[in-house]
């Protein structure tokens, strides 16, 4: 699971970037969405090292059996989909409250 949660949080974090600076350059305030991607980044660390801490423990105290394998896969799952589909939902949603609050603003 180690190997998944670090490549996953890379995946995460090059995503995010690149989404962020792409809204910056398409005319988004810079300073709101590094606000938001510090912040996704900021709870995104202590989820996924918390996931990763339990299937440590298990890994330590649990014999391999089909249903651990089974949890095991669907937590991967998880964790790939999050990592994958969380910055374009957190970027754009960023961007639809920078507009509503630009407009409510001016």
Request: net charge neutral; hydrophobic share 70%.
């Given at each position: 699971m180690?190997?998944?949660?670090?490549?996953?949080l890379i995946a995460f974090a090059a995503l995010q970037i690149w989404l962020v600076s792409s809204?910056?350059?398409?005319?988004a305030p810079s300073a709101l969405?590094?606000?938001?991607l510090v912040i996704l980044i900021a709870l995104a660390l202590p989820i996924t090292r918390s996931v990763e801490r339990r299937w440590y423990h298990l890994s330590r105290q649990a014999l391999a059996s089909w249903g651990l394998h089974a949890r095991f896969r669907r937590d991967v799952r998880r964790l790939w989909a999050a990592a994958l589909t969380l910055p374009f939902l957190w970027v754009s949603g960023a961007m639809a409250a920078t507009d509503a609050i630009a407009k409510i603003a001016g």
């Open positions: 180690t190997l998944h949660a670090a490549t996953a809204a910056i350059s398409a005319g969405i590094i606000v938001a």
